[in-house]
């Protein structure tokens, strides 16, 4: 592929997939695929990269006993959720949380997303989205494993602790069985908007 080509599939906009339900994230669905894709067959840029991303992780969090504890029956610990967020805010410019909650409307339980995994509802008539998806595999990069199925996709809503709201979105998904809970989606570019790495303006070079 020339890399004019390439360059302009990366930075396209995104436009709405009716058919998955989701506003693409570039041209083929798969900016963040593409761009760890070039990061990882580029010395420089790999190296650059775990430079930023232990910049800013720094030491971890301070205080023993809080960068320890779990936060998830995974056992993911904050230690690793913040060496996870790092990466990814690193790799893509955002990181995703996903939040669940009990009855009684409190925090019981947090775990990192890996943030290539998440796309944003497509837009409604009036312009706007409410939710996010999750796919393992929106870049179709591992059919000869998995075929790419509609089925594995997950919808959540956005973050929003206000009991009232989580009262209607858990309303909307008709039972806290069926409800998936929400995403705390960060973009460096602003909210409900993907963002571009901060790599960009190079990915013509390194590939």
Known sequence: MKVSVLKSALRSESRNDRSLGIQTYGESNDYPQRCEEI???SGTGSSCLGIYSKFINRQGFEDANFYKSKLNGKGQTTDY???????DYALYGGFAIHVNYNALYQIVEVQHVPFETVRFEKLNDNGNFNRLATHPDW???YQALRRFSKDDIKWFDFYNPDPHEIEKQVNAAESWEKWNGQIFYFSSKGEKTYPLTVYDAVLTDMS
């Open 81 to 87: 959720m913040l060496s996870r967020i790092a990466n």
């Open 39 to 41: 990061i990882n067959i």
């Open 139 to 141: 870049g179709r990069r």
